[in-house]
C-alpha cells in the first residue's frame, strides 16, 4: 500500500524544548510539504521539498527547521523559537511530473504545549 | 497567504439536497482543486480542474471554474451522512513555476442531516 505516514499522532511539548515529527511516504514523489492547521482554518505552508538536499521557506517558516536526506523523509523540527507551536500539522508529498493527482496528505500530528 | 476564500463558511444540509460550495481566488492560477477533511484527519484530493476548463465531474461531485470571476464552485448531488465533512479548496499559482505550492482557503465545513 503506497502512502504517507506521520507520527507521532499526538505529540506534548514543554516550554523551550525542541520536538520533531515524522513524515515518510512510499509513493516515490520527488515534492514534499509541511503545512500547519489552527481550529477552524485553511492550512498554510511551512516548509516544502522538491528534491533531495534542498528546501524552502513557506510563509510561516519562523521557528521551524526541516531536511531532506532522503526521498521518502521530511521531517520537521518544532524549535524553542516558535511561540505558539499548538496546532495540527500536516504532511504532504506529490508527483513533480504530474499534478493530476493532487497532493497526497498524512494523517496529521496534533502538537500540544503543556 | 490565503488565496482562496470559501463560502459558506458553514452548510447544513438534509440527506438527499445537494451541497453547493464556492471558493473565490485572488492572482491568477494555474488550476485549483477541492479537497475534503474529515474532522482530526488529513486531507483527501477530490478533483482538479485546470485554468482552461470550464467544468468537470466526478462521480457524484461536480466542479466549474470562471477564470474571469476568479470563482469556482463545488456541486455534491444527493448528498449522504458520510459526505459531511470540511471541503478546501487550494489554488496553484501560475507564478509558483515547477514548485506547484498549493494555497488553501478556510474551508466549508459541511453537515449532512440523516
Known amino acids: 500500500d503506497g502512502g504517507i505516514t506521520q507520527s507521532p499522532k499526538y505529540l506534548f511539548r514543554k516550554e523551550g524544548q525542541n520536538v520533531t515529527l515524522s513524515c515518510e511516504q512510499n509513493l516515490n514523489h520527488d515534492a514534499m510539504y509541511w503545512y500547519r492547521q489552527d481550529p477552524g482554518q485553511g492550512l498554510r505552508l511551512i516548509y516544502y521539498s522538491q528534491i533531495v538536499n534542498d528546501f524552502q521557506k513557506g510563509d510561516i517558516a519562523e521557528g521551524y527547521s526541516v531536511s531532506r536526506e532522503k526521498k521518502e523523509s521530511f521531517p520537521l523540527t518544532v524549535t524553542s523559537a516558535q511561540k505558539n507551536p499548538t496546532a495540527f500539522y500536516l504532511c504532504?508529498?506529490?508527483?513533480?511530473?504530474?499534478?493530476?493527482?493532487?497532493?497526497?496528505f498524512g494523517s496529521g500530528t496534533r502538537l500540544t504545549v503543556v | 497567504s490565503q488565496q482562496g476564500e470559501e463560502d459558506p463558511q458553514a452548510l447544513s444540509i438534509q440527506e438527499g439536497e445537494n451541497a453547493t460550495m464556492n471558493c473565490s481566488y485572488k492572482t491568477s492560477i494555474n488550476n485549483l482543486q477541492w479537497y475534503r477533511q474529515n474532522s482530526g484527519r488529513g486531507l483527501v484530493h477530490l478533483i482538479l480542474i485546470r485554468s482552461n476548463e470550464r467544468e468537470k465531474h466526478s462521480g457524484r461531485l461536480r466542479v466549474t471554474l470562471d477564470t474571469s470571476k476568479k470563482s469556482s464552485s463545488l456541486l455534491i448531488t444527493a448528498s449522504r451522512a458520510a459526505d459531511t465533512a470540511s471541503y478546501f479548496c487550494?489554488?496553484?499559482?501560475?507564478?509558483?513555476?515547477?514548485?506547484?505550492?498549493?494555497?488553501f482557503g478556510s474551508g466549508t465545513q459541511l453537515t449532512v442531516l440523516p
Open positions: 504532504a508529498s506529490s508527483s513533480t511530473l504530474t499534478d493530476r493527482d493532487g497532493y497526497t
Open positions: 487550494a489554488t496553484v499559482q501560475i507564478s509558483s513555476g515547477s514548485a506547484r505550492q498549493l494555497t
